[in-house]
């Protein structure tokens, strides 16, 4: 039986395991008032203004992901609209997710415990990571749901060696224990699931880490009761994508690929993701240590870790051939490697990590510091000039479409400048034209029968087209706007013709991103259905 209990040095000495334990408070501390301050002096991305427009009409679900992000902010915004409290979900997680290392592996070891979760803590993305994102409640759920699956392998295992002659009520009550805790790691990888289809990966992990298990401690039945506790969550959200054009589906497996391809520079810019999320010098030390042949077998902690981080990265590496992976992918993964960490390495080797960690995320801080007393216009020189003055001096820019705000209904030419406009001007701000791939929410939440003949002005950051406008409106003209030396653009469109703009512009949305495979049962689809009729979406 192997509990990883025989790993690392001991539990070190009281002076060593006290300094661990304030460096862990140090760390924790440092990275929550450094999360504090940037989420405060940082505006919303369009990413966090999309999903706050979540938060403000909750649903059953959105366009491209599962509705668990919504559900969070419908109730941080229920407290107040300050930007910095929107955050503070995202703000407190790292926290909470090295609080939960730590306690969860001090029974093992003290002194290593609080090493490894301030290694965690001082990872830079965790350390300065205060957006709101899906992946914010899938990191929490995904982490909670492993560790739970960890004790359930413990408890499993232990009752698996007690002597068959010898049950005693210790060993009855040890398999029930695991029986409790795969049914809880269900319920969260099933929440998990309510929040990003990654969670998928870890559901992956499971299967794997059971058939790396010893045979006479593979628990079959409990990967099982695992996935029947899972099952509900996943089925709650099958129900609702049948009723709402699969959108989910469509965004994840079809929509958002249409960039994918055979590259070198992809799986390159995986590796450096990987090695800035993770610690450099655990992994090298990780890699060359014993431990993988000595105690692969009979230590599960070690084992189980080593697959439930290992096994997802894998997987992105294999994809980074032909896809890019984002750098906020990984994030449900990095506790679990710090967990394998902990069960491979000793206390010398973690405070290695720690030390290394906290030089790199030192750098960090200085660099956002140094950026924070900056004007803007020292960035002008970059191509990105025109969208940091958006997001940052987005409320004068809104100023200046005052004398045209009675007469025309604002929109926007793309979901990022529309959601971030929708923020900052409290009502919501339209898409208008094809918009990309991502976050067609606004299909669901847009009838544009509604604005037939109406006025309509359009925010761009680029100069427009005469082609792009000149069929949709009866008349229309275009000016610039100045805001700290970037220009942006507004399209005074007079009279809307919605039929031509169903036909010239919904039409092709329905045909690009409504393609619905025809293996898939056929429910309502309310972007085809109120602007083509009933059923009317193509099949793919």
């Not at 409290?85 to 592996?105: C, F, K």
């Not at 408890?155 to 002597?163: E, F, I, K, R, W």
């Not at 209904?409 to 979901?415: E, F, I, K, S, T």
């Not at 100069?463 to 220009?487: H, I, N, V």
Request: proline share 5%; net charge positive.
């Amino acid at each position: 039986m192997g509990s990883g209990s025989d790993s690392g040095s001991g539990s070190g000495s009281g002076s060593s395991v006290a300094s661990a334990q304030r460096m862990l408070v140090i760390a924790l501390a440092g990275g929550l008032l450094f999360r504090l301050w940037l989420s405060a002096v940082f505006p919303f991305t369009g990413d966090e203004a999309y999903f706050w427009i979540w938060g403000v009409k909750p649903d059953l679900g959105y366009y491209d992901h599962p509705p668990m992000v919504g559900w969070i902010l419908a109730l941080t915004h229920r407290l107040s609209s300050e930007v910095w409290v929107q955050r503070l979900p995202a703000t407190l997680l790292p926290t909470v997710l090295a609080l939960m290392l730590w306690t969860s592996l001090r029974r093992f070891d003290q002194h290593k415990a609080a090493l490894a979760a301030s290694a965690f803590a001082l990872v830079p993305i965790e350390f300065w990571n205060a957006f709101i994102t899906t992946d914010m409640p899938l990191v929490l759920f995904s982490v909670a749901a492993a560790l739970c699956f960890w004790r359930a392998l413990l408890a499993s295992d232990a009752a698996s060696a007690a002597d068959a002659t010898d049950v005693t009520v210790a060993t009855v009550a040890t398999g029930a224990g695991a029986w409790r805790w795969f049914a809880a790691s269900g319920v969260l990888l099933g929440l998990a699931l309510l929040s990003k289809y990654f969670a998928a990966l870890l559901s992956f992990a499971f299967v794997v880490a059971t058939l790396a298990t010893p045979r006479r401690s593979r628990n079959w039945l409990g990967l099982w009761l695992c996935a029947l506790c899972a099952l509900p969550f996943f089925a709650f959200n099958l129900w609702w994508n049948q009723d709402h054009c699969w959108s989910n589906l469509m965004f994840n497996l079809y929509n958002r690929h249409d960039s994918a391809g055979a590259s070198w520079k992809t799986p390159l810019l995986f590796l450096v993701s990987a090695l800035y999320v993770l610690s450099p010098p655990a992994l090298w030390q990780m890699l060359r240590s014993p431990a993988w042949r000595a105690r692969w077998h009979s230590d599960v902690s070690l084992r189980f870790f080593t697959l439930a981080w290992g096994v997802p990265f894998t997987l992105f590496a294999a994809l980074s051939s032909v896809k890019m992976i984002g750098l906020h992918w990984l994030l449900s993964f990095v506790p679990l490697f710090f967990c394998a960490a902990f069960f491979v390495l000793d206390a010398p080797q973690l405070r290695r990590s720690v030390r290394w960690l906290g030089v790199l995320t030192a750098l960090h801080v200085l660099a956002a510091g140094a950026a924070a007393m900056l004007p803007l216009q020292s960035w002008q020189g970059l191509r990105q000039y025109d969208g940091i003055v958006f997001h940052f001096r987005i409320q004068p820019l809104l100023q200046q479409l005052t004398p045209w705000q009675d007469d025309y209904v604002l929109m926007a030419d793309g979901y990022s400048p529309a959601v971030t406009t929708s923020f900052y001007a409290g009502r919501y701000v339209p898409v208008f034209g094809e918009a990309s791939s991502h976050a067609r929410h606004d299909d669901l939440v847009t009838d544009f029968r509604a604005y037939d003949g109406r006025n309509i002005m359009i925010l761009r950051k680029n100069p427009p087209k005469a082609e792009d406008y000149a069929q949709y409106f009866r008349e229309f003209t275009w000016q610039p706007l100045q805001q700290d030396g970037a220009t942006f653009w507004i399209v005074l469109g007079r009279g809307f013709r919605y039929s031509v703009y169903r036909d010239q512009v919904l039409s092709k949305v329905r045909d690009r991103y409504y393609r619905i495979p025809g293996y898939l049962p056929r429910g309502e689809c309310v972007f085809c259905d109120r602007y083509f009729g009933a059923n009317s979406c193509p099949v793919r």
